[in-house]
């Protein structure tokens, strides 16, 4: 109950495009959804974030998608470039305290 | 600079032999955590810290201990470290319960 599932494991997308990345729950505890970002050789960093009241949150070219009932939620790149290259988590948080990551989705956009 | 610092960013040690990694922050955060994170399973929490003297077991939390006795301090402690211990190994905090995680850049431990 408390495993966040995350797919795909790699994706490739060309310049321009859009990536999508999904996530899945089973704890309907869980109260807080963010996404973090990791470049090679660094710690993950906080990229967007929502809670389960909101069904959208758009940060840019970034974007969640959130569907409570379906217990899932996704993260959405626009206009997808070189530089979004990086390997993405998903993680849901109980009770504020315990995070529970998903495996990570390795992103390569293709110049 | 804000910032999570950790050292060593890098550790090679062999089976047994007791070991400490050390983690500050300077943002006077509340909450800490260690991770752990292995390919295709991501990051997975090993203990966490809601303030000074108080800690809780995370995910993973065999075969480590923690202490928190001071607010900016959080170490991570391998009494007896093994193989299966062999991970990069992350420290976060953040200013309470459901906010930004700041990590720090992460120590690459490997166990022979």
């Known amino acids: 109950q408390q495993q966040v599932k995350q797919s795909p494991q790699s994706l490739i997308v060309q310049k321009g495009g859009i990536s999508i990345i999904n996530c899945a729950y089973e704890?309907?505890?869980?109260?807080?959804f963010p996404w973090y970002q990791q470049f090679p050789g660094k710690g993950p960093a906080l990229l967007i974030a929502?809670?389960?009241?909101?069904s959208e949150k758009k940060e840019g070219r970034f974007t969640i998608s959130f569907n409570k009932s379906a217990k899932q939620f996704s993260l959405h790149i626009m206009d997808s470039q070189p530089g979004d290259s990086a390997t993405y988590f998903c993680?849901?948080?109980?009770?504020?305290?315990?995070?529970?990551f998903g495996p990570g989705t390795r992103l390569s956009v293709l110049p | 600079e804000a910032q999570v610092t950790q050292n060593p960013r890098y550790l090679i040690t062999v089976t047994g032999k007791k070991l400490t990694v050390t983690c500050s922050q300077n943002?006077?955060?509340?909450?800490m955590s260690w991770y752990r994170q292995d390919p295709g399973l991501g990051l997975r929490q090993i203990y966490y810290?809601?303030?000074?003297?108080?800690?809780d077991k995370g995910d993973v939390p065999e075969g480590y201990k923690v202490s928190r006795k001071e607010k900016r301090n959080f170490p991570l402690i391998l009494e007896s470290p093994s193989p299966n211990q062999t991970s990069l190994y992350f420290c976060?905090?953040?200013?309470?319960?459901?906010?930004?995680?700041?990590f720090g850049s992460g120590t690459q431990l490997s166990v022979l």
């Open positions: 704890n309907t505890a869980f109260d807080y």
């Open positions: 943002m006077n955060h509340e909450y």
């Open positions: 993680a849901a948080s109980l009770y504020g305290q315990n995070f529970v």
């Open positions: 810290s809601m303030n000074v003297e108080v800690t």
């Open positions: 929502i809670r389960p009241d909101v």
């Open positions: 976060a905090s953040s200013t309470r319960q459901n906010e930004k995680l700041f």
